[in-house]
């Protein structure tokens, strides 16, 4: 388990807004790289979101989150 991440996920789970703004301002910019325009890459990244939150029971904490939250937002961008 990567304890940094731990601490992201129960933040997020408290409902700290802080730990969920630091996150999408790091993923953000991999949207921006697999979109056109801003607006492309709000929506690519609002969409995985909430697949990612929709499947955090997946996440097994032996990856990075970010990377894990990556892969998730790459396969959202080519869909």
Sequence with gaps: MI???QHILNAIF???QKA??????????ISYRYSNNSED???I???DFVKVYSNLKKYNFTD???GWI???IL???SD
Excluded at 20 to 29: A, T, V
């Design 41 to 43: 890459a709000k929506d």
């Design 3 to 5: 304890p940094k991440d």
């Design 70 to 72: 990556r892969r998730r």
């Design 45 to 47: 990244l609002q969409k």
């Design 14 to 16: 408290k409902g700290a």
């Design 64 to 66: 990075s989150l970010e």
């Design 20 to 29: 969920q703004q630091e996150l999408c301002k790091k993923m953000i910019g």
């Design 75 to 77: 396969n959202t961008a």
